[in-house]
T-cell receptor, first 113, second 114 residues
Framework: NAGVMQNPRHLVRRRGQEARLRCSPMKGHSHVYWYRQLPEEGLKFMVYLQKENIIDESGMPKERFSAEFPKEGPSILRIQQVVRGDSAAYFC???????????FGSGTQLSVL | DQQVKQNSPSLSVQEGRISILNCDYTNSMFDYFLWYKKYPAEGPTFLISISSIKDKNEDGRFTVFLNKSAKHLSLHIVPSQPGDSAVYFCAASAGSGGNEKLTFGTGTRLTIIP
């Protein structure tokens, strides 16, 4: 299966802990996007990365959130000192180019206790 | 500030009939619109898109209509099939000409009744 792979599927953290969400893009894709879906809301754009570069992070909260897409390995969305309001489904998508179709992963459901 | 609105949270349609899903937007800078379909425990899957220079785009059973003056688009599915039961998201982008930085609606859950 060469689709977008996200892990873990479910992640439970206590308030104050760190959450690391991983995304391996589709084979051959070098563009990665992270979206967040809060309960009863649509998906909201967080960040757009190309290999080793952040292209657009206008949707990222100013504090505690960071993203990277290293030369080797998956893209990581890191949330430090999680709070209950961070509980959401986090979706990663990849594309082969700037204006090409997005392919989404199955998401990581983050629950903060 | 919900720039893309799907005012019907749910819709039930008899198998074989037409399903019409609606979407309104407020940002006049949006120039590219997409529909995604989402099954439970899966990510959204691209269905069909339309550029603001067109008013209709058709792909098999799926047709998207765009009314720019009303800032309204709709997705028609005909004939509806049981496998079409899913949540449908409308999405839009501005200026990039494509799929970056999409703004999504809250979704409409479509149920096809056999």
């Amino acid at each position: 299966n060469a689709g977008v792979m996200q892990n873990p599927r479910h992640l439970v953290r206590r308030r104050g802990q760190e959450a690391r969400l991983r995304c391996s893009p589709m084979k051959g894709h070098s563009h990665v996007y992270w979206y967040r879906q809060l309960p009863e809301e649509g998906l909201k754009f967080m960040v757009y990365l190309q290999k080793e570069n952040i292209i657009d992070e206008s949707g990222m909260p100013k504090e505690r959130f960071s993203a990277e897409f290293p030369k080797e390995g998956p893209s990581i969305l890191r949330i430090q000192q999680v709070v209950r309001g961070d509980s959401a489904a986090y979706f990663c998508a990849s594309s082969g180019g700037r204006n090409e179709k997005l392919f989404f992963g199955s998401g990581t459901q983050l629950s903060v206790l | 500030d919900q720039q893309v609105k799907q005012n019907s949270p749910s819709l039930s349609v008899q198998e074989g009939r037409i399903s019409i899903l609606n979407c309104d937007y407020t940002n006049s800078m949006f120039d590219y619109f997409l529909w995604y379909k989402k099954y439970p425990a899966e990510g959204p899957t691209f269905l069909i898109s339309i550029s603001s220079i067109k008013d209709k785009n058709e792909d098999g059973r799926f047709t998207v209509f765009l009314n720019k003056s009303a800032k309204h688009l709709s997705l028609h599915i005909v004939p509806s099939q049981p496998g079409d039961s899913a949540v449908y998201f409308c999405a839009a982008s501005a200026g990039s000409g494509g799929n970056e930085k999409l703004t999504f609606g809250t979704g409409t859950r479509l149920t096809i009744i056999p």
